[in-house]
């Protein structure tokens, strides 16, 4: 069965600095890979997404994500993070036909000043 | 443009008793589903429609039944309320074409189940 692992609950880190989140993925064919976000009291927004082609996907907000099918990683980077960036940031990997989406457990990021 | 709509946005409920979601959205979208989120355990799948017509059950169906309305419309009931169902619901859209698979959601919806 598919499933998405966020190794961390939550990071902090300080505005200004660079971000990375983790993410890892089983499945069984080439996958179609996203990055959400949700601010609080909010419904997820998409960040980027991967299909296929170039493994390093540019989104919003200034988020990049690079996809490596050796590792099973999809990682979520942002060179320098603002404080506006606090929010929890969900994987998710669609499931072939692209009627199922199946999220990760979510990383909080915390931005201190 | 509204995208997707949820009412309501929060409800608390005594143990057994049931209640409606209601979800609309205005994209024109084919597939839409309810997700649960609950603390730790990102979101899963309650039911989805892929198209209208027609409903499937997701993770955890267990408790919930569905209705699509119309294309634009899909409520998720819950006939016997019980704590453990206490949680946000999410419900979202999509083409659900080969190309996207992108979800588009509404706001939430908080329910409380004592």
């Known amino acids: 069965a598919q499933s998405v692992t966020q190794p961390d609950i939550h990071i902090t880190v300080s505005e200004g600095a660079s971000l990375e989140l983790r993410c890892n993925y089983s499945?069984?064919?080439?996958?179609?890979l996203f990055w959400y976000v949700q601010s609080p009291g909010q419904g997820l927004q998409l960040l980027l997404k991967?299909?296929?082609?170039?493994?390093l996907v540019q989104g919003i907000k200034g988020f990049e994500a690079e996809f490596k099918r050796s590792q099973s990683s999809f990682n979520l980077r942002k060179p320098s993070v603002h404080w506006s960036d606090a929010a929890e940031y969900f994987c998710?990997?669609?499931?072939?036909?692209?009627?199922?989406?199946?999220f990760g457990a979510g990383t909080r990021l915390f931005v201190k000043a | 443009n509204a995208g997707v709509t949820q009412t309501p946005k929060f409800q608390v409920l005594k143990t057994g008793q049931s209640m409606t979601l209601q979800c609309a959205q205005d994209?024109?979208?084919?597939?839409m589903y309810w997700y649960r989120q609950d603390p730790g355990m990102g979101l899963r799948l309650i039911y989805y429609?892929?198209?209208?017509?027609?409903?499937d059950k997701g993770e955890v169906p267990n408790g919930y039944n569905v209705s699509r309305l119309n294309k634009r419309e899909f409520s998720l009931r819950l006939e016997s309320a019980a704590p453990s169902q206490t949680s946000v619901y999410f419900c979202?859209?999509?083409?659900?074409?080969?190309?996207?698979?992108?979800?588009?959601f509404g706001e939430g919806s908080r329910l409380t189940v004592l």
């Open positions: 998710a990997v669609v499931h072939t036909g692209g009627f199922k989406t199946i």
């Open positions: 979202a859209s999509s083409e659900a074409s080969m190309n996207t698979g992108e979800l588009f």
């Open positions: 994209m024109n979208h084919n597939s």
């Open positions: 991967y299909f296929s082609g170039d493994t």
């Open positions: 429609s892929a198209s209208e017509g027609t409903t």
């Open positions: 499945y069984g064919a080439t996958p179609y």
